[in-house]
């Protein structure tokens, strides 16, 4: 299905993000992934301008065109309580700014039929306390998505996945962790990567501008002090 396809995928050294590269690679695909972390790939902080315009030349050079882009690289994970100016518009840059900027980047070299799946998270419509940079970056994210998707109208299609709980060493939960969820499980990489391969192929073509929630039903519960064995534990 994606045979000699260029997926370019941001954050794709380890967790969800090496679990949708591994995917893509399984299906045929020249992967582009670009992270932090040292490794066999592009290493660059795209929370930097410069970082990012290399690596897009990078991938144009090599490949002159591209199918499918993944942005998938987390933003920090900090709360009022500690996150000060510069944390919070580095969380932005890393969880909204670059999306946009690659996106940008990689406008004239979209081939036909292409397709960029931005990875939210369920954070993007509920919050625990102390998560102001993450979540922020995270709603901005899903509302970006819906933007590009209507301005790119006819050339690229634009969907977000927002995850619940992922645990990307495939741990396998049992008791409360898993039976709280409606699905009756943790969840791990590859119900990510899943969709986001779907929603790359021509079977999702008539879906654009969406956001799907992966979170094993945990965001459709309505959850009282007291109610179905729920309780609030106060400190």
Not at 45 to 70: M, R, T, W, Y
Not at 141 to 170: C, E, F, K, M
Request: aromatic content about 8%; charged content about 20%.
């Amino acid at each position: 299905m994606f045979k000699e396809k260029v997926v370019v995928i941001t954050g794709g050294a380890m967790g969800i993000g090496k679990a949708i590269a591994d995917a893509f690679r399984a299906e045929g695909a020249q992967v582009c992934v670009i992270d932090k972390q040292e490794g066999p790939h592009y290493v660059g902080d795209i929370g930097q301008k410069n970082v990012l315009e290399a690596f897009a030349q990078s991938v144009i050079a090599h490949h002159g065109h591209i199918d499918c882009l993944i942005n998938n690289a987390p933003p920090l994970f900090k709360g009022i309580d500690s996150c000060g100016y510069d944390e919070f518009n580095e969380s932005l840059r890393l969880g909204v700014t670059a999306p946009y900027y690659l996106t940008q980047l990689f406008l004239p070299y979209f081939a036909p039929g292409a397709s960029i799946v931005n990875i939210s998270s369920s954070r993007d419509r509920m919050s625990q306390p102390n998560t102001e940079s993450y979540t922020a970056a995270k709603g901005g994210i899903a509302a970006l998505t819906h933007a590009l998707a209507v301005s790119l109208s006819g050339r690229v299609r634009v969907n977000s996945i927002s995850p619940g709980w992922i645990d990307t060493a495939y741990t396998v939960y049992e008791g409360a962790d898993a039976s709280q969820h409606p699905a009756g499980r943790v969840g791990h990489p590859m119900d990510i990567a899943h969709m986001v391969l779907f929603l790359c192929s021509d079977k999702a073509g008539f879906i654009t501008g969406e956001n799907i929630c992966i979170d094993g039903g945990m965001t459709r519960q309505m959850i009282y002090h007291n109610d179905y064995n729920w309780e609030l534990k106060e400190e």
